[in-house]
């Protein structure tokens, strides 16, 4: 009887009965296997759904007639199903495995518990087929419900094969709120330094993973009690500030980027320094100038000092990284407060800084009612520094509601600054 998925999407599961059933029809063994196996039987989310199948990559060409050779060699065929895609990869045992990072060889099998045998960890070595039925050789959903991560038989050596399941392992903990085996921590701690020989850009994304789930600060804590981070090819910090750590798990898991500028921020990162590690940890460049451009208006806010100011220095910070980064910033403040830790900072911005912000006027040059071809049209001079100064004493002025953003009254107001220079 065939059994519904209850957390996948309805279109993609029937998509994925579909090429089940097909290979089935054909004579062949095939299972769903891996995260969508557990993250069903955990009440999870299911986002793909990975088959595995006793039928040779070329068997899989021929059943279907829409595939892709995505990693034939090592027994991988994408099989395109109505608006899906589902890797399909036949049974395997694996060899030696190069820079413990993949192997360098497989062989092809025709035993199920033989493929789940070379898996990472005993909640993804569960296969389920169509009716529902799981094949759990290696007592993964006992571990599930003991809130468990466990390698499968010996753990130095999964991670030997591979040393980025080391991160996996602490990020699986970390977003499912489990504990690791003694024996899997064990073998963590004693082939650490192993990671050396992941690239920073698998490595940060396993940290990516871990710091948009619903609670980092664990996820944080083990990394740094393993000592993985100082390993890596692109070592990083401990934080300066660990009693900071805690507070992380206060912002959303939809603000990754002020997550990340909160944990530079707890390492004693500058803006700059933060900077060259994103670099170095091969971040993508919009994500990498998000946060340092929180990390920038904390700076600015912290050098406006306790002056009267307080409300025209910060409209300056929104005018000059952007509303988005400045409230993001707000929010890393308020994390801070709660934690007694924004003392380095001017309270009145902390506290008014979100309505100072809706009340501003304008929030960028391009929204200034006068432009500098304006300026030089109406002054007769050439063009130079005072255009600029003057477009963005302009620009304060109607953002702070000083001024109102008419393209007369702002000429006037230049023509003035420019007599009086004169």
């Given amino acids: 009887m065939l059994v519904r998925w209850k957390q996948a ?3 993609m599961a029937r998509q994925g009965e579909e090429v089940v059933s097909r290979l089935l029809e054909n004579g062949y ?21 990975d088959i595995t199948t006793s039928a040779l990559p070329e068997e899989v060409q021929t059943v279907f007639e829409r595939t892709v050779p995505t990693g034939i060699q090592h027994g991988t065929v994408t099989v395109l199903s109505g608006n899906y895609a589902f890797e399909v990869t036949t049974y395997r045992v694996e060899g030696a495995y190069e820079k413990h990072r993949r192997p360098a060889e497989v062989a092809f099998v025709r035993d199920l518990k033989e493929d789940l045998k070379r898996r990472d960890f005993t909640i993804n070595a569960i296969a389920r087929d169509l009716d529902g039925n799981v094949v759990d050789p290696f007592h993964g959903k006992e571990d599930l419900n003991r809130r468990i991560i466990r390698c499968v038989g010996d753990a130095k050596t999964r991670f030997q094969e591979d040393a980025l399941r080391m991160v996996r392992c602490i990020r699986f903990a970390s977003v499912f709120g489990f504990g690791i085996a003694y024996r899997t921590w ?6 650490r330094e192993n990671i050396r020989h992941v690239a920073m850009e698998r490595f940060r994304v396993e940290l990516e993973k871990m710091m948009a789930g619903s609670k980092p600060s664990r996820g944080l804590g083990l990394l740094y009690r393993s000592k993985l981070p100082a390993y890596a090819k692109a070592p990083f910090p401990h934080a300066s500030e660990p009693g900071w750590i805690g507070l992380i798990d206060e912002i959303p898991p939809g603000r990754v980027t002020v997550r990340w500028a909160f944990l530079l921020l707890a390492c004693g990162l500058s803006a700059d320094e933060a900077n060259a590690h994103l670099r170095d940890w091969t971040f993508p460049n919009a994500m990498r100038e998000q946060i340092v451009g929180i990390l920038n208006v904390g700076e600015a806010v912290k050098a406006i000092g ?3 100011e307080h409300r025209l220095g910060w409209i300056r910070i929104v005018l000059r990284f952007g509303r988005e980064s400045s409230e993001a910033w707000l929010q890393l403040a308020d994390t801070l407060s709660s934690g007694g830790a924004a003392n ?3 309270i009145g911005v902390i506290q008014n800084g979100r309505t100072w912000t809706e009340e501003m006027a304008v929030y960028r040059m391009s929204e200034l009612a ?4 304006d300026l030089l049209a109406a002054s007769g001079r050439k063009g130079g520094p005072w255009m600029g100064e003057i477009l963005n004493d302009l620009l304060l002025r ?3 509601r000083a001024l109102p953003n008419d393209k007369n009254r702002l000429i006037e107001e230049a023509k003035q600054v420019i007599s009086t220079d004169e």
């Fill in 9 to 11: 999407d309805a279109a």
């Fill in 29 to 49: 063994e095939a299972y769903w296997v891996g995260g969508c196996v557990r993250d069903e039987l955990m009440g999870r989310p299911v986002d793909d759904m």
């Fill in 186 to 191: 064990r073998g963590l701690f004693e082939e």
């Fill in 306 to 308: 306790d002056t009267l």
């Fill in 344 to 346: 380095d900072y001017p």
């Fill in 370 to 373: 006068v432009t500098g071809k």
């Fill in 398 to 400: 109607v953002a702070s």
